[in-house]
């Protein structure tokens, strides 16, 4: 006897044929369309499915790079500062080195932050934290340190940061405390490349005749009290004369 084939019995296996039957349909209609230059719907349909799939894909990995960002930024600046030093971003670099300054506290991380502020020029960094590098109490023990490790082109460390440190002072428009600042090592010995002719340089550069008298004058009061010899009286005579020389023009 010949079983009979109920499709209701089983409303999943159905629903199948049904499915089957209705793609079969549309296939068909597909095809006579196709042969009279049809797909247009399906080409389209196809086409918009692309491009919205293409489109969540870039969404989603721009915003999967921008949480990456954030949360190296936050809780990895050291990662993300080599990363800018590695492209060669220096003022991007020079924030993320004040981020690991922030989490650390080490006074190397903060003489970082100053180096890389002043030749990235954003003086306001570099005259805020190079003030708080000086004034920190282990300010002495560290730069006798880096001229015990002799870094080459820096003859004294102290000399060099305040040299950075009243030039970003200059730049951000104080001049008195730029001055005290580059005089600061300077009123009794006039070692060479020192701190004032740094700060004197960087005036000269800048074509700024008004703050290098100051300077000038500055060194002359300087001169009043003291009396230098050998290197250090050629070091003061050879910058006073370049700074007369330049009020002068």
């Not at 023990?141 to 002072?169: H, L, R």
Request: hydrophobic share 45%; charged share 20%.
């Amino acid at each position: 006897m010949t079983a009979r084939v109920d499709l209701f019995a089983e409303p999943p296996v159905f629903f199948v044929y049904a499915v089957a039957f209705f793609c079969g349909v549309w296939y068909n209609k597909s095809n006579k369309k196709s042969a009279r230059g049809g797909h247009r719907f399906t080409e389209s349909f196809l086409g918009k499915l692309i491009a919205k799939t293409a489109g969540i894909t870039l969404a989603c990995l721009i915003a999967l790079i921008l949480i990456l960002f954030g949360v190296f930024t936050l809780f990895f600046p050291s990662v993300m500062l080599n990363i800018a030093d590695f492209c060669g971003m220096e003022k991007l670099a020079t924030q993320y080195a004040v981020s690991v300054y922030t989490r650390s506290n080490e006074i190397d991380d903060l003489a970082d932050v100053v180096e890389r502020a002043y030749y990235a020029q954003r003086w306001g960094t570099a005259a805020d934290y190079g003030e708080r590098l000086m004034a920190r109490s282990d300010y002495e023990e560290f730069c006798g340190a880096k001229d015990e490790s002799v870094t080459p082109g820096i003859d004294d460390y102290a000399q060099y940061i305040a040299g950075i440190v009243s030039v970003a002072q200059y730049h951000t428009g104080e001049g008195d405390a730029a001055i005290e600042t580059a005089f600061a090592q300077n009123r009794t010995s006039f070692q060479e490349n020192n701190s004032v002719v740094t700060l004197a340089m960087a005036a000269v550069q800048e074509g700024d005749k008004a703050f290098a008298g100051r300077v000038l004058e500055e060194m002359r009061t300087v001169g009043e009290s003291v009396i230098f010899e050998g290197a250090e009286a050629e070091n003061f005579e050879g910058l006073l004369t370049v700074l007369e020389s330049f009020c002068a023009q």
